[in-house]
Nanobody, 124 residues
């Protein structure tokens, strides 16, 4: 069983930055594909970014590309999402997700484990 706990959300002005963290339990963390999704009120959950396991290959949504950076520290069992140049449309609950099977991509159904989410609010 894997438990994921997000932190780092908050209120920030347009153009500001936040760094989200996701701490994971489980001995095989370094083999998991990790991802961030987000869900705004009244909208479906959408993919933001993912990072592969030991190799660390990354993939981003078009809205995140160039502004967000996903990274991981396997020694700390933690994945991060650095968000810069934030916009009001980035306002959402951000969720961390883990896939132990190694094929997680941009579909939320690829991921077995989810955190409880952290709220990010960007004011205009």
């Amino acid at each position: 069983q894997v438990q994921l706990v997000e932190s780092g959300g908050g209120l920030v002005q347009t153009g500001g930055s936040l760094r989200l963290s996701c701490a994971a339990s489980g001995r095989a963390f370094s083999y998991y594909v990790m991802a961030w999704f987000r869900q705004a009120p009244g909208k479906e959950r959408e993919f933001v970014a993912r990072i592969s396991w030991i190799g660390g290959g990354t993939y981003y949504s078009d809205s995140a590309k160039g502004r967000f950076t996903i990274s991981r520290d396997n020694a700390k069992n933690t994945v991060y999402l650095q968000m810069n140049s934030l916009k009001p449309e980035d306002t959402a609950v951000y969720y961390c997700a883990a896939d132990s099977r190694g094929w997680g991509a941009a579909n939320s159904r690829d991921y077995e484990y989810w955190g409880q989410g952290t709220q990010v609010t960007v004011s205009s």
